[in-house]
């Protein structure tokens, strides 16, 4: 039997981002979704007109706001998407450039982790891609490489007729 392991409690953020942060437990809108997407670089590889239907079918959602500033504004988000049976994926861990290395990740991470144990049934399948030199982050909260599995994926193209 393979339960990944309850997730850690880490060190907390800083006081003073602990108190302008806020972790709402919602999808993003489309707009906060363009706006991290583009802080991170994403902006070419999403197609914004399906993520609508996308962030709507996801089984949970966190999105982290920074009421420390004149405009509150999204600084992080991630998903779980999947069949909410037996197969959850890790989905769209994004942080500002600007709030990486304090935590911010981490939180989101855990939340998402923390759903996961309460709703995923034993023995579900949780996956993710990590971006290049993340490996030890998500470490952390049980994901590893497994040496018989090799992550894959493709990008659909457009097609010019219509599959039945």
């Not at 988000?77 to 037996?86: K, P, S």
């Not at 935590?103 to 049934?121: D, Q, T």
């Amino acid at each position: 039997m393979v339960r990944l392991p309850t997730p850690r409690l880490l060190e907390p953020l800083s006081d003073s981002l602990a108190e302008t942060l806020l972790i709402e437990a919602r999808a993003p809108t489309l707009e906060e979704y363009q706006d991290l997407c583009a802080a991170v670089g994403w902006s070419e590889t999403i197609n914004f007109a399906a993520a609508p239907a996308s962030l709507a079918h996801s089984l949970f959602s966190i999105v982290v706001l920074d009421r420390g500033r004149a405009v509150t504004r999204p600084v992080g988000m991630g998903r779980i998407v999947g069949d909410g049976a037996l197969f959850f994926y890790i989905q769209d861990i994004i942080v500002r450039p600007e709030y990486q290395g304090l935590g911010v990740g981490r939180k989101i991470v855990e939340r998402l982790m923390g759903w996961l144990h309460v709703h995923a049934p034993e023995r579900a399948f949780v996956g993710l891609f990590a971006a290049e030199g993340k490996d030890s982050f998500y470490a952390r909260f049980g994901f590893m490489r497994h040496p018989a599995l090799t992550g894959m994926f493709q990008v659909i193209p457009r097609l010019q007729e219509e599959y039945e």
